[in-house]
C-alpha cells in the first residue's frame, strides 16, 4: 500500500472497513484512546495526529 499522506482517524477506519463508532465504543470499554486502540488493533503508526502503514519510514529532523 503506497500512501503519501498520512490519514486521518476516520479516513483509517474507513480504508480498513472498521466501524468508527464501534472502534470508539471498544477503546472507551478498554480504557484506551481510540488513538491507542487503534495503532494496537491495527499496526499503523500515528504521528502529527495522522496515521501511517506500520512499516513507514520517518526521518527526524534536527532543525528545529
Same mark, same amino acid.
Given at each position: 500500500?503506497?500512501?503519501?499522506?498520512?490519514?486521518?482517524?476516520? +479516513?483509517?477506519?474507513?480504508?480498513?472497513? !472498521?466501524?468508527?463508532? =464501534?472502534?470508539?465504543?471498544?477503546?472507551? @470499554?478498554?480504557?484506551? *484512546?481510540?488513538?491507542?486502540?487503534? +495503532?494496537?488493533?491495527?499496526?499503523?503508526? !500515528?504521528?502529527?495526529? =495522522?496515521?501511517?502503514?506500520?512499516?513507514? @519510514?520517518?526521518?527526524? *529532523?534536527?532543525?528545529?
Amino acid at each position: 500500500m503506497n500512501i503519501q499522506k498520512g490519514l486521518r482517524q476516520k +479516513q483509517l477506519c474507513d480504508r480498513l472497513g !472498521l466501524n468508527y463508532k =464501534l472502534v470508539a465504543f471498544t477503546a472507551k @470499554q478498554m480504557g484506551l *484512546s481510540t488513538h491507542a486502540y487503534l +495503532q494496537q488493533e491495527t499496526g499503523w503508526i !500515528l504521528k502529527n495526529e =495522522l496515521y501511517y502503514p506500520p512499516d513507514t @519510514q520517518f526521518l527526524e *529532523s534536527n532543525n528545529l
